[in-house]
């Protein structure tokens, strides 16, 4: 079975990373937010160290055997220092509780916006996320 590139025009696009989120979260990579690398998590390729087309847009790739990106940076610190770590919208919301950033602030996200487009929520809670770990 081969695989198909993502084609932007035809597929629906199964994750929201824009290059927004992809800044943001290159962001929350520098404040220090903490990436343990495993299987389950989306990440962001901007070193283009990954030979593999990927099947989302933007370089984006899903680590679905951790295995397999050891064989390519050797170890899970390489890992860490070449790809940023794209957390999905549940992964935020378990670091937002894990912060102890209130459900009150999270809730305030929707009340400001009530008609907040797709992907835009997930940036909102880059933005929370980014806002506390810059106080700490």
Known sequence: MNSKQFDQENDVAPTPFSHR???????????????????????????????????FPNRIYFILSLQRFLYIFGNKENIKKQL???????????????MA????????????????????????LYSILHETLKKR
């Open 84 to 98: 940023v770590w794209l957390p999905t919208w549940h992964q935020a919301r378990l670091l937002c509780e894990k």
């Open 21 to 55: 989120h992809t800044e943001m979260a290159e962001k929350l990579k520098e404040s220090g937010l903490p990436f343990h690398p495993h299987a389950g998590c989306f990440v962001w390729d901007p070193q283009e160290v990954i030979n593999s087309p990927s099947p």
């Open 101 to 124: 950033i209130g459900r009150d602030q999270i809730a305030s996200l929707w009340q400001k916006k009530p008609n907040i487009p797709p992907g835009e929520d997930l940036l909102a």
